[in-house]
């Protein structure tokens, strides 16, 4: 931590000298936004200590202090239209709450879409309020009440770039349905905004409505479609006074009582058929400042999270999950340090220097087991506690600090009556510090983060310690309709000697390449410093022409250096990578003809490696059009004329893959029904049949009444590599011989849920998704010339009298002379997967939850069954195996001030 700590303390000299140097009244009143249109005033009033009795009704005297604002205008479809129906509001406030009242006026009060769903949801008619607390013209806390009675609350940032659903803050409402329409009281206390201490504080808002049956959305402030931005074309909210200066403290204090039954394995002393856990821990919140909070969680627990779904990989690459765990997901949006986040999109976009599901995962080692032995190893690593800081401060002063210790996990070992230890996981610390800056009103960004990761001994092939960093600049100009973007990135990793070299040999960097000159391995190397980055360029907003039509852009590069290293702490796919993307779109706003909206959008890659090989190439072309009738469709087409993959033999040499096409169709009927669906299809291959890929999904949701909903989603993949699949890197000789195949891939998938509804507090959820993936792999051989522009001559495929397969394993003697050679294992499989979540949900008082759940697993020991048909195979074993059964019921209960 010693590192870390020092590199934060001059990083934050720096940014207070900046501050004195650059500092800007980024709170200035402008009466004109950046989109052109005049900013919208409202002034509210104190009621002191008196207080409002909630009923959905603002008929109280209070209400009469302040006027009712309307003048809605629509947002979409018909931007700057008049909305079907009115809406008006009033906001008041006391010593500790912030009012609001709405009136959603409606001629049709029976058409009112009262829908049921659990929280952040956002189901039904609504009207929605943001609020930019620190009228930094950037941030804002988001308030969805609907007439049903459901909440949502956002966390936004990046001026409307980013929505956090998770942020749960504390807060009431309730609505009531009249002859003129439904009308809501809301009460949220000011313990739940971050603000600084201002004399004659204003605040940025504005009002969204949203008619559920029209699909129509109308806001109190215009914001033209084409802005880009969201927080900075807010209206504002004057006259607040007092504001109240008490600090934000919550304590949410947990049990948690849970109990596993699992199929009982004769002899193993861990598998004796069931498990018991019983457990205590503590979630808070503390407002070290008004614009400052901490977080902490001390022992979590994550049980009532829902399963990820099943995925399998035979390209090498780490499969990519988001993040589902509340602490972590909450307020991530300022962690969430992205190193391309292109528009035209691409695996570079999943880099990360921060990965939250690296805290808590499973182990990485695994015990050396004997012969009779036994061991119990835990799935998952331990966290012992999280902390949290973050806020803003009135300067425009971004902070992020994040800090994570995971317990040592050892593996208990049996033999006998005999028991030892082996440590699978060491102590480790996780730290991120993340610091923005804004400028200009939001128009110049600065921003720098830091990343480190510290263990104790114990697992040799992991890195002692991690760090990463990264500096970030955006600049906007002409209304934020264009702007630059640029950010560099560097790591440095240290270890043993074994441990580097591990990193060095890896997937992600593959060093031994012995047709890359610019690369190399060095077994003496116990530490690795590498670099990356992003620039890029674009137009995100701007007037539309005569048929209203708007046209964006984005270019730029990034890069990652071969020596790169983010796996610690982030997530990196591949280094040794200079990307090069384009992106540009036409965009109908308006609605014309038969359609809402129309999107038409291009789309080109290029890639080079740090050696200067020009290794990819592919085309995209696209169409989106929402029909009036609210259905969608859209599709696409791709060409990848090249490309040449240095990771797909695993380290050996690079291979030229055979350039193809693909193509993808989408229709999804109209949302707002009771029955509705969607369909995906994605089709293509290679020129000439070298590869081949089909998939295709799907779904349909019932929703017979407001509170109960109904969906099943398969899914199925079709997918042949003719002889290019790695297989194994074999030695002959002085020879590294890069086994290949062809693979025969097919997946299939049932995700269904069952969504119950009783009360916007209660409610019954039920998720399962029975999941089979199968690899067939036959014509083995190897690689002989791997850039050969002529497919065929890249391989040579072992006669009859060259390969002997036996049990999973192929004897291979290449020159007939009845001597093996060398072998390998072939690696077919069919693997099975059965996971399901039922879980009852009580937030019984504000805050405070009450959770029954029941999981289930089932993975079938089904890797031989390759001839039974896919489905037939996968619900086969499925119901005849023993099910991994949990029980858990997690009891939490929040204290506020």
């Known amino acids: 931590?010693?590192?870390?700590?020092?590199?934060?303390?001059?990083?934050?000299?720096?940014?207070?000298?900046?501050?004195?140097?650059?500092?800007?009244?980024?709170?200035?009143?402008?009466?004109?936004?950046?989109?052109?249109?005049?900013?919208?005033?409202?002034?509210?009033?104190?009621?002191?200590?008196?207080?409002?009795?909630?009923?959905?009704?603002?008929?109280?005297?209070?209400?009469?202090?302040?006027?009712?604002?309307?003048?809605?205008?629509?947002?979409?479809?018909?931007?700057?239209?008049?909305?079907?129906?009115?809406?008006?509001?009033?906001?008041?406030?006391?010593?500790?709450?912030?009012?609001?009242?709405?009136?959603?006026?409606?001629?049709?009060?029976?058409?009112?879409?009262?829908?049921l769903s659990r929280r952040d949801e956002f189901p039904g008619d609504w009207i929605e309020i943001n609020i930019d607390s620190y009228h930094d013209l950037r941030t804002a806390f988001s308030f969805t009440f609907s007439v049903s009675g459901v909440k949502g609350d956002e966390f936004v940032t990046d001026d409307g770039g980013n929505w956090d659903d998770n942020w749960n803050p504390i807060w009431e409402g309730i609505s009531h349905i009249d002859s003129l329409g439904w009308t809501a009281e809301l009460r949220i206390p000011f313990s739940q905004f971050r603000y600084g201490n201002q004399t004659d504080p204003v605040w940025g808002f504005q009002v969204m409505r949203r008619v559920f049956r029209k699909e129509e959305r109308s806001t109190w402030q215009p914001v033209p479609r084409n802005a880009n931005g969201w927080v900075s074309q807010f209206g504002e909210l004057h006259g607040l006074t007092n504001l109240p200066k008490n600090k934000q403290i919550e304590l949410a204090p947990y049990i948690l009582a849970q109990t596993e039954h699992f199929e009982k394995e004769p002899g193993n002393p861990f598998l004796d058929g069931s498990k018991n856990k019983l457990a205590v821990g503590l979630d808070g919140k503390l407002g070290i400042t008004r614009d400052m909070i901490l977080d902490f969680t001390i022992n979590p627990d994550f049980g009532q999270v829902e399963a990820d779904p099943g995925s399998i990989r035979l390209d090498g690459y780490e499969v990519f999950f988001n993040e589902q765990r509340p602490f972590f997901v909450e307020n991530n949006n300022l962690f969430n340090y992205q190193v391309a986040g292109s528009a035209a999109g691409g695996e570079y976009d999943q880099d990360l220097l921060f990965y939250s599901r690296r805290i808590g995962g499973e182990p990485h080692g695994y015990p050396s087991l004997n012969a009779?032995?036994?061991?119990?190893?835990?799935?998952?690593?331990?966290?012992?506690?999280?902390?949290?800081?973050?806020?803003?401060?009135?300067?425009?002063?971004?902070?992020?600090?994040?800090?994570?210790?995971?317990?040592?996990?050892?593996?208990?070992?049996?033999?006998?009556?005999?028991?030892?230890?082996?440590?699978?996981?060491?102590?480790?610390?996780?730290?991120?510090?993340?610091?923005?800056?804004?400028?200009?009103?939001?128009?110049?960004?600065?921003?720098?983060i830091l990343t480190s990761v510290n263990r104790k001994p114990g697992v040799a092939e992991l890195n002692r310690s991690a760090y990463s960093g990264g500096i970030d600049f955006q600049r906007s100009w002409k209304n934020k309709w264009y702007q630059l973007k640029f950010d560099a990135i560097m790591s440095h990793v240290e270890g043993s000697k074994e441990?580097?070299?591990?990193?060095?040999?890896?997937?992600?960097?593959?060093?031994?390449?012995?047709?890359?000159?610019?690369?190399?391995?060095?077994?003496?190397?116990?530490?690795?410093?590498?670099?990356?980055?992003?620039?890029?360029?674009?137009?995100?907003?701007?007037?539309?022409?005569?048929?209203?039509?708007?046209?964006?852009?984005?270019?730029?590069?990034?890069?990652?250096?071969?020596?790169?290293?983010?796996?610690?702490?982030?997530?990196?796919?591949?280094?040794?990578?200079?990307?090069?993307?384009?992106?540009?779109?036409?965009?109908?706003?308006?609605?014309?003809?038969?359609?809402?909206?129309?999107?038409?959008?291009?789309?080109?890659?290029?890639?080079?490696?740090?050696?200067?090989?020009?290794?990819?190439?592919?085309?995209?072309?696209?169409?989106?059009?929402?029909?009036?009738?609210?259905?969608?469709?859209?599709?696409?087409?791709?060409?990848?004329?090249?490309?040449?993959?240095?990771?797909?033999?695993?380290?050996?040499?690079?291979?030229?893959?055979?350039?193809?096409?693909?193509?993808?169709?989408?229709?999804?009927?109209?949302?707002?029904?009771?029955?509705?669906?969607?369909f995906n299809i994605f089709n293509g291959g290679g020129y000439h049949k070298e590869v081949t890929f089909f998939s295709v999904s799907g779904g349909v949701e019932y929703q017979p009444i407001d509170a109960l909903s109904f969906s099943i989603a398969p899914g199925y993949g079709h997918f042949m590599r003719k002889q290019d699949q790695f297989v194994a890197n074999v030695n002959i000789g002085n020879q590294v011989r890069s086994i290949v195949s062809n693979v025969n891939q097919q997946d299939f998938s049932i995700s269904t849920r069952i969504n119950c509804y009783f009360t916007p507090h209660l409610s019954l959820q039920y998720y399962g998704q029975p999941f089979i993936f199968r690899a067939l792999y036959k014509n083995f051989g190897y690689v002989t010339k791997p850039l050969d522009i002529k497919y065929d001559d890249r391989f040579h495929t072992f006669s009859p009298q060259e390969i002997t397969l036996s049990n999973g394993t192929a004897q291979v003697d290449e020159n007939n002379d009845g001597q093996i050679d060398y072998t390998f294992s072939t690696p077919d499989f069919n693997y099975i997967q059965f996971r399901s979540n039922l879980v009852v949900r009580w937030e019984y008082v504000a805050g405070s939850e009450l959770f029954l759940v029941w999981s289930q697993g089932i993975e079938p020991d089904a890797f031989g069954d390759l001839n039974t048909p896919i489905v037939h195979s996968l619900f086969e074993n499925v119901f005849d195996s023993h099910p991994h059964n949990i029980f858990l019921l997690k009891f939490s209960y929040r204290f506020l001030n």
């Open 499 to 678: 441990s580097i070299l591990a990193t060095q040999t890896g997937f992600v960097h593959l060093l031994q390449r012995s047709d890359a000159g610019h690369l190399g391995v060095d077994p003496s190397l116990t530490s690795l410093t590498g670099t990356g980055g992003t620039l890029k360029i674009g137009k995100y907003g701007g007037a539309g022409n005569k048929d209203g039509g708007v046209v964006h852009f984005e270019t730029g590069v990034t890069w990652r250096s071969p020596h790169l290293e983010l796996n610690d702490a982030g997530f990196l796919g591949a280094a040794d990578q200079i990307n090069h993307f384009a992106w540009a779109s036409y965009a109908l706003e308006q609605p014309f003809s038969i359609f809402r909206n129309a999107r038409l959008n291009y789309n080109h890659w290029g890639r080079w490696d740090f050696g200067g090989r020009f290794i990819y190439l592919q085309f995209n072309t696209n169409a989106h059009f929402w029909f009036k009738n609210n259905w969608m469709i859209g599709g696409g087409f791709d060409i990848n004329p090249l490309e040449i993959s240095n990771n797909a033999l695993r380290g050996a040499t690079a291979l030229r893959k055979p350039p193809g096409y693909g193509y993808n169709v989408n229709i999804q009927s109209d949302s707002r029904k009771k029955v509705t669906m969607n």
């Open 372 to 448: 009779g032995e036994f061991a119990d190893v835990p799935g998952n690593t331990s966290i012992l506690g999280a902390t949290k800081f973050s806020g803003k401060t009135k300067n425009g002063l971004s902070i992020g600090i994040l800090e994570s210790i995971t317990d040592p996990i050892k593996a208990t070992i049996a033999n006998g009556e005999s028991r030892r230890k082996e440590i699978v996981e060491p102590l480790s610390n996780y730290f991120v510090g993340r610091f923005v800056k804004d400028f200009d009103h939001g128009n110049t960004i600065l921003g720098a």
């Open 1 to 115: 931590m010693k590192y870390t700590i020092t590199n934060l303390f001059f990083y934050l000299l720096l940014m207070s000298t900046s501050q004195t140097l650059f500092a800007q009244d980024a709170f200035a009143n402008e009466n004109i936004t950046s989109a052109g249109i005049e900013r919208r005033q409202y002034q509210t009033t104190s009621i002191g200590d008196e207080d409002i009795s909630l009923d959905g009704i603002p008929n109280e005297i209070a209400w009469q202090k302040v006027d009712w604002a309307s003048s809605f205008v629509q947002h979409e479809p018909d931007n700057g239209g008049k909305p079907a129906q009115q809406t008006s509001f009033k906001i008041l406030q006391n010593n500790k709450y912030l009012y609001l009242a709405y009136r959603a006026f409606d001629t049709s009060p029976d058409s009112i879409v009262e829908r």
